[in-house]
């Protein structure tokens, strides 16, 4: 059984920045694409950024130059900088992993930005 386990997140104010990281583990996985989603109180769960392969990352429109999605095959781990973060980002982020037959689901992490 394949798991996510997310870190790094907490209270910044507006304006500061937070690294999220995610680290999968188990036996016998591979893993094609990994991403971050966040869901706000009272907000669907929405995507911030996925990486399929090195170069081919997709980010929300909400934080494009603000956030780096990062990965690293080797340690299938998946890193999100955020930087000059908002109070409106504010939400639980999750990481997520395709492994082909399924997607799993880290069990979030709280980043709070208060301004």
């Known amino acids: 059984q394949v798991q996510l386990v997310e870190s790094g997140g907490g209270l910044v104010q507006a304006g500061g920045s937070l690294r999220l990281s995610c680290s999968a583990s188990g036996s016998n996985f591979s893993i094609n694409a990994m991403g971050w989603y966040r869901q706000a109180p009272g907000k669907q769960r929405e995507l911030v950024a996925t990486t399929i392969r090195p170069g081919y990352t997709n980010y929300a429109d909400s934080v494009k130059g603000r956030c780096t999605i990062s990965r690293d095959y080797a340690e299938n781990t998946v890193s999100l900088q955020m930087n000059n973060l908002k109070p409106e980002d504010t939400a639980v982020y999750y990481c997520?992993?395709?492994?082909?037959?399924?997607?799993?689901w880290g069990q979030g992490i709280q980043v709070t930005v208060s301004s």
């Open positions: 997520a992993a395709d492994l082909g037959l399924q997607g799993i």
